[in-house]
């Protein structure tokens, strides 16, 4: 079983960045892909970022392209979420994912083990 918790959400104007983060226990996640997620008020979740095990592949959203960066850190086995510019359609609760598989895939389907979530709030 691995555990999965987000954290670094908050409250940000336009234009301002935040950093989430997302701890693993209860085994290593440095054989999985990882990824985030997003979901806003009435909307279906969505795919945010995600890397392969060794972090030497990425994907994103267009939405997020050359503003969000995906990064982690095997030997602290933790995932990070880089967000700058953020925009209010930033605006939702995010989620860390843990697949069973290297490859880092877009579809949550893929996902295995999920967070709780950080709610991340940008005002205009």
């Known amino acids: 079983q691995v555990q999965l918790v987000e954290s670094g959400g908050g409250l940000v104007q336009a234009g301002g960045s935040l950093r989430l983060s997302c701890a693993a226990s209860?085994?290593?996640?440095?054989?999985?892909?990882m990824g985030w997620f997003r979901q806003a008020p009435g909307k279906e979740r969505e795919f945010v970022a995600a890397?392969?095990?060794?972090?030497?592949?990425?994907s994103y959203a267009d939405s997020v392209k050359r503003r969000f960066t995906i990064a982690r850190d095997n030997a602290e086995n933790t995932v990070y979420l880089q967000m700058n510019s953020l925009k209010p359609e930033d605006t939702a609760a995010y989620y860390c994912?843990?697949?069973?598989?290297?490859?880092?895939?877009?579809?949550?389907?893929?996902?295995?083990?999920w967070g709780q979530g950080t709610q991340v709030t940008v005002s205009s």
């Open positions: 994912a843990a697949a069973l598989r290297s490859y880092p895939y877009t579809d949550q389907h893929e996902y295995y083990y």
């Open positions: 209860g085994r290593t996640i440095g054989s999985y892909a």
């Open positions: 890397i392969s095990w060794s972090g030497g592949s990425t």
